[in-house]
């Protein structure tokens, strides 16, 4: 859904029948659909709720998983759980800060790649994890994750081409 798709909107609100207890499910469905919560979007759900934007603002930044800005076309996710932690994975962001140039919650100026850390993906065994786009790469050193993002760039690229 994107601004000039609000029949989307419409469709989720029908759902919960406009309900402003239901505005966590609401937030979660927009996202799904688009991927982050636009501020043009959240203005007019607060409109349609009676909700004050800024109790959705209150929601918005209480829950980490809500995204306020659009993600790139990568995601990026660093585990920084205990097990990863030990094993390697500050060395993992430090890669990714020094390689694409951004902090953990940003997005390089091309959309491309978003950097997201978190606090446990559930793959101990496999620590240090990174995610990308869903897909689990366990084991992961500085060097591979250099490689890998070497080769995804490379892929976009010659994607692009075509």
């Not at 349609?48 to 990568?74: A, Q």
Request: charged residues 25%.
């Amino acid at each position: 859904m994107t601004s000039t798709e609000p029949h989307r909107l419409w469709d989720i609100l029908k759902r919960y029948d406009s309900n402003p207890d239901a505005l966590i499910q609401i937030l979660n469905e927009i996202q799904k659909d688009e991927g982050y919560l636009p501020h043009i979007t959240l203005k007019l759900l607060s409109s349609e709720l009676d909700v004050p934007l800024s109790k959705i603002y209150g929601v918005l930044t209480f829950y980490e998983h809500f995204k306020l800005v659009k993600p790139g076309k990568i995601i990026i996710t660093i585990c920084m759980g205990t097990a990863c932690f030990v094993k390697g994975s500050p060395a993992l962001n430090t890669t990714v800060k020094n390689m694409l140039g951004i902090e953990s919650g940003e997005t390089t100026s091309d959309q491309l790649f978003t950097f997201e850390r978190v606090a446990c993906l559930g793959c101990c065994a496999l620590a240090p994890v990174v995610q990308i786009n869903g897909e689990i790469h366990g084991q992961m050193t500085p060097n591979k994750l250099q490689k890998l993002l070497t080769k995804i760039r490379k892929e976009e690229e010659k994607g692009e081409e075509k």
